[in-house]
């Protein structure tokens, strides 16, 4: 993708729609005027009140106690130096955003106009009315050392500059790993520090506290080794300069255990990198390129450890392991401050979290077999939803221990399960799903490709790794709007299939095979193939694509019909069936049936509970299926109830181990306190359905799109449940977020199909599976 390209879809997703990243949502009621009247005068004169007669009622009766300032004057901003406070705003939103999908923490993000430190002070000193914490963000060296140093000692709320300390504690839980894995001891590794700003001096510093020895420390700089005789050495460089009589970076290296890149692009050498002791630690974090390219470096030394500011390589060192969970446990303590040992704690669970036995959604969402801890596994993944509890539990037990937190926790069982309440598995299931379609990308082939919607999504899931796409249409007419609309499609496999006369008499053969009983000649089939759906159809079946998506300008059946002709049901499926996955704020529930079958019979509602069952399951959730009526356990007679229960019945005789249950109403599915109280003996109590089955088409589609316009879910789907082979059927006019939302659906059913395969042919050769 070209550069101008890039920069235009950037711009598009911050300006496009309501502009930036973030908005201010009410979380109490506002619909009637009694509400008005408790939200807004006379009914908040009483919180007022109430705070005044007790200060630290401010985090009973206000956002206070989840609400962090994201504060910067722009004279760091990312790599872009000084570039001023306006243009530092899309990145302070970004963190805003990033607090809120990790933590559930709520951020106003400030953009303060001034380079003066007193008055940088002075204005976030008095904000400390308004906000539970201070994350500081992109402001230069050295006057961030001195800001934060202040602001800690001022205020009486958690201050942190992430730009310092965030890699600091993320890479000093690396190189606690790393030194075990590589049996050195931090007291005694000789350590190179190569960069001097604000992230390698608090780097340095933690290392220290952790018990590495200030004397086995060299940092250099752009001048070279900072040296103690170096004339002018400011007070803050003069704390790690050291007395050997080197002078540069090579020199330092020699010999050196570990290596710390906060600093540029290859400035390290393989020679440099050979020179290093036995085992060496490298840790090249430039960004976007690192010191040294990590195929370089794996390849020139095979007994090291690498670890990366990169995601496409193994131990990343990102930020965002740290900070949100950081600031969440000080919040839910209302820590004063974010001290020593809050960090230490931070970087000991992180550190210990990678030694755990990985869940099988972060194995998932890398698509991996088992990861464990090793040379490539020395930090946790992002994805990890384990790290809101660890490290915020870790922090907050640090602050209280600390004597800096004025609330204490005594029920941490309860307090966990609080911090897994808050996070929806929305974005995280999506984030997983995509991150699994990238690591092992498929064909997939577009059906519709003379379609700017279409071309744009194929060029998306290329340039994401998502999948690879093959663009099916007439080559003048894609081409044109390629270029029309400046996408860069270059190296796509584009086909005409009105020009693919042997391919075509090929797949038409397929299809006269499959449907000669059923009223098709050879020469109606090969006529079927100038149709692009029934084209593309049999490139997956005769697998030359994987999966095939269509379905944006053609309406529903006429789109499925090829696929079931050519492709049919897979073998132990009578019937297929379409499933959305609606994205809500509590998380994702599943629709089904949403697209297909008009009015199930009793069987084939089982059919569709099954195929709902199975399909769940490849997200990594464990269904809890409610099957949907008017009626309540018996509640009401008539066609639809007595249908559900007959169904529920025969899935409870004859497939005990499915989660479902019904009769029952949609609000009783969703709402388990109802369900609890009314009706316990359900084998859904004690939690929400997070899978619906609908007594028919008509309920499910209007039940999901009620949803998505009123309630604000996305809805990701049709998914197409029961196929043999991945075919996905986007709605009509679908955006294109829409499209490459089914495109990682259709990747993620090829890799789960074939993961499915994989014991039955090992078997088929006389080989067992041992657990």
């Known amino acids: 993708m070209s550069k101008i390209n890039r920069k235009q879809d950037a711009l598009d997703y911050h300006s496009q729609g309501r502009p930036g990243k973030i908005q201010v949502i009410p979380t109490k009621p506002t619909n009637s005027q009694r509400d008005l009247t408790l939200a807004y005068s006379p009914g908040v004169a009483q919180p007022c009140l109430e705070i005044a007669d007790n200060i630290e009622d401010v985090y009973k009766y206000t956002a206070k106690g989840n609400l962090v300032a994201v504060i910067s004057n722009g004279t760091a901003v990312l790599g872009l130096g000084d570039i001023g406070p306006e243009a530092s705003k899309p990145v302070m939103e970004g963190k805003g955003l ?275 801890f090793g040379k490539t596994y020395i930090i946790p993944k992002p994805m990890d939803i384990r790290l809101i509890t660890n490290v915020s539990v870790a922090v907050a037990k640090a602050a209280i221990e600390s004597g800096v937190a004025r609330k204490k926790i005594t029920n941490w069982d309860e307090y966990i399960d609080t911090l897994k309440q808050r996070m929806g598995m929305d974005d995280a299931i999506m984030r997983a799903i995509t991150n699994k379609a ?27 790794n998502i999948a690879i796409p093959i663009l099916l249409g007439n080559k003048d007419v894609i081409n044109k709007i390629i270029q029309e609309n400046g996408l860069e499609l270059d190296n796509v496999q584009i086909i005409d299939p009105t020009l693919e006369a042997e391919r075509s008499a090929n797949y038409a053969e397929i299809l006269f095979k499959k449907r000669q009983r059923k009223g098709i000649t050879k020469y109606e ?67 089904g049936d949403t697209t297909v079958n008009v009015n199930p019979s009793v069987e084939e509602l089982v059919d569709i509970t099954l195929l709902l069952d199975k399909s769940v399951k490849k997200f990594n959730i464990q269904p809890r299926i409610a099957m949907l009526s008017y009626s309540n356990f018996g509640s009401n007679d008539g066609p639809v109830p007595d249908k559900i229960r007959h169904a529920v019945k025969i899935l409870h005789d004859q497939h005990p181990n499915v989660l479902v249950d019904g009769d029952m109403q949609g609000n009783f599915a969703m709402n388990s306190a109802m369900l609890n109280d009314n009706f316990p003996f359900s084998r859904l109590a004690g939690a929400p359905a997070n899978t619906l089955v609908f007594p028919n088409l008509e309920s499910g589609n209007i039940a999901y799109k009620l949803l998505q316009e009123l309630g604000g879910a996305e809805a990701i789907g049709p998914i197409l449940l029961g196929l043999n082979k991945p075919v996905h059927i986007v709605q009509l006019g679908s955006s294109v977020r829409e499209i490459v939302n089914m495109v990682t659906i259709a990747v993620l059913d090829v890799q789960a199909k074939e993961e499915e395969a994989a014991p039955k042919k090992r078997r088929i050769f006389g080989i067992r599976n041992k657990k």
């Open 98 to 372: 990033l607090f809120k999908i990790y933590a559930d923490i709520d951020v106003f993000d400030l953009e303060l106009d001034t380079k003066n430190v007193d008055d940088f002070v002075k204005i976030v000193k008095s904000l400390e009315p308004t906000f539970g914490g201070v994350n500081l963000e992109d402001i230069k060296a050295p006057e961030c050392f001195e800001i934060e140093r202040r602001l800690k000692e001022e205020m009486n709320i958690p201050v942190m500059h992430d730009d310092q300390h965030g890699t600091a504690i993320i890479s000093a839980a690396a190189l606690l790993n790393a030194c075990e894995l590589q049996k050195k001891k931090l007291d005694k590794v000789k350590i190179v520090v190569n960069g001097a700003g604000a992230a390698a001096i608090s780097c340095t510093r933690l290392y220290v506290a952790l018990g590495a020895k200030k004397e086995n420390v060299v940092m250099c700089d752009r001048s070279g080794v900072i040296r103690s005789d170096r004339g002018n050495l400011d007070e803050i460089k003069a704390e790690f300069a050291t007395t050997r009589k080197i002078d540069t970076l090579e020199e330092a290296l020699k010999d050196a255990d570990v290596f710390i890149g906060l600093s540029s692009a290859d400035c390290v050498s393989v020679d440099m990198l050979k020179s290093m002791a036995k085992n060496p630690i490298v840790f090249a974090m430039a960004n976007p390129n690192p010191e040294i390219a990590y195929e370089l470096a794996i390849k020139s030394r095979k007994d090291l450890i690498m670890a990366t500011g990169r995601s496409d390589y193994p131990n990343q060192v990102n930020n965002v392991l740290g900070f949100p969970y950081i600031f969440r446990g000080a919040l839910d303590v209302r820590a004063t401050a974010i001290n020593e040992e809050m960090k230490i704690a931070a970087v000991r669970a992180i550190a210990d979290l990678a030694k755990k036995p990985v869940p099988e959604a972060v194995n998932m969402a890398y698509n991996e077999k088992n990861i464990k």
């Open 438 to 464: 990238k690591l092992d990308p498929r064909r997939v082939v577009f059906a519709e490709a003379d379609n700017y919607k279409i071309l744009k999504a194929a060029q998306i899931v290329k340039d994401d």
């Open 525 to 591: 089939a090969l006529k079927l193939m100038r149709d692009r759906n029934y084209f593309g159809a049999s490139m997956v079946e005769a697998g030359d694509a994987d999966a095939m998506i269509s379905g944006l300008t053609k309406n529903y059946a006429s789109t499925i019909k090829p696929a079931l002709q050519i492709i049919g049901t897979a073998p132990d499926v009578s019937k297929v069936a379409g499933m959305y996955m609606m994205m809500t704020r509590k998380g994702p529930v599943f629709f």
